[in-house]
Nanobody, 128 residues
Framework: QVQLVESGGGLVQAGASLRLSCAAS????????MGWFRQAPGKEREFVAA???????????YYHDSVKGRFTISRDNAKNLVYLQMNSLKPEDTAVYYC??????????????????WGQGTQVTVSS
């Protein structure tokens, strides 16, 4: 069993930055792919970014096109933490952001249905 807790959300103006953190408890953190997803009211849950387990592609990172060049995902396996650094935030980034852990292969790392564990989410609101 893995528990995930997100933090770092808030209300910011367009162009600002936020750093989200996800703290994981349980065994085998380094063996999981870790992903960030977001969901706005009335919208489907959307892939944002993911980092693979080191056994797959040496822990490569993956991003939705809408956040490439602005967001950076990273992980600290020694501390069981994953981060999402968000720069140049836009109003369309407003959503609840969820951290997730999964055992899927790299080919499906952007599919929410392939993740096994989810946090409760942290709200990010970007004003125009």
């Amino acid at each position: 069993q893995v528990q995930l807790v997100e933090s770092g959300g808030g209300l910011v103006q367009a162009g600002a930055s936020l750093r989200l953190s996800c703290a994981a408890s349980g065994r085998g953190f380094s063996r999981y792919a870790m992903g960030w997803f977001r969901q706005a009211p009335g919208k489907e849950r959307e892939f944002v970014a993911a980092v693979a387990a080191i056994v797959w592609t040496g822990g490569g990172t993956y991003y939705h096109d809408s956040v490439k060049g602005r967001f950076t995902i990273s992980r600290d396996n020694a501390k069981n933490l994953v981060y999402l650094q968000m720069n140049s935030l836009k109003p369309e980034d407003t959503a609840v952001y969820y951290c997730a852990a999964g055992t899927q292969r790299v080919a499906t790392i952007n599919y929410p249905d392939t993740y096994n564990y989810w946090g409760q989410g942290t709200q990010v609101t970007v004003s125009s």
